[in-house]
């Protein structure tokens, strides 16, 4: 993997909630009432087919699932294959995000593994929510947790759709799978020196025992330093069941809590 697919990607929740009103955005033909109303309604409709047709909608699908990759199979910055969820289950996050300038933003994200293929790939269901606006992929992972394709649901040309990453692009193509965050270069060997004692916490969806693990991370590129931290309970499906983030010298921060588990996902996208 070259150097740069190891860089640390992070986006706040009002970050990608801003990216996805952005991208979802689009221009208007003059006219009112019905007529206008249905030449805008065309016309929408014939963008859409065109972007569709021509990779636009898959390329902006991919922008997305990056950050997504990065916020909810990586949640916390915490590997997905450290502690595995078994087959159709899955676990609902709180995510509480503090920008720069002190907004903080609320987000639901859910991560499921849906299915593991004889080859040793995974199907992983990924979505985000916040309010009214949401993103939601499936996605088909290799053993070392590298994406190779997405499906979703375009809602603007009413069918499932597809979009594929090929691992030998060049890491700045649009065709590379998403940067993987700098916590994915840990081992289950790495995590047992980065303890700092058990603790016991309450949450939301309950009271835990957990191992409390520390790990600081410096992206030399960006000439920044990120803090982890990590409350990790074995017993409980997935491991991690709270987690924190903060850059040194910011605001920024980013914190999570395990909202509930679930069983008997099965595949929305007719995946497999």
Known sequence: MEEGMKKRFLIGGAGIVALVLLLGSCGSLPGGGFLGGLQQSISDRASAEIASATGLTGMTNKMMFNMMYSQVLFIGGFGAGFYELEETQGAIWTITSTDEDGTVSKVDAERALLKKLPNGDEWWYLSWRTGSDSMEYEALMNKDYQAKKIRYYNPDVKRVEEAVFKETAASNSDE????????????MNDLSNLSKGNETITIGSGTYN???LEWTYTDTDENATYNYTWWVDTKTAGGLVKYNWTKASSKESLSGELASLKKGYTTKFSSF
């Open 210 to 212: 957990t191992e409390r």
């Open 176 to 187: 590379a799978p998403p940067p993987e965050p700098g916590a994915s270069s840990l081992d």
